[in-house]
């Protein structure tokens, strides 16, 4: 099951340095491909806003 960036997302990247399969995407919100997510969570550590839980 992958994870999912919330609407209280900052976009602040700190997510998308820490991944390390590339899942996450810029935006206005962050978004994590779940095709390409492995669940690792390493982005969760990583949010400041604690916006990115498993779906």
């Given at each position: 099951?992958?994870?999912?960036?919330?609407?209280?997302?900052?976009?602040?990247?700190?997510?998308q340095?820490?991944?390390?399969?590339?899942?996450?995407?810029?935006?206005?919100?962050?978004?994590?491909?779940?095709?390409?997510?492995?669940d690792?969570?390493?982005c969760?550590?990583?949010?400041?806003?604690?916006?990115?839980?498993?779906?």
């Amino acid at each position: 099951m992958a994870h999912v960036i919330s609407d209280e997302c900052i976009a602040c990247g700190a997510c998308q340095s820490t991944c390390p399969v590339d899942a996450i995407a810029e935006g206005d919100i962050y978004s994590i491909d779940a095709g390409t997510c492995t669940d690792c969570g390493a982005c969760v550590d990583s949010c400041p806003v604690d916006a990115i839980s498993q779906a």
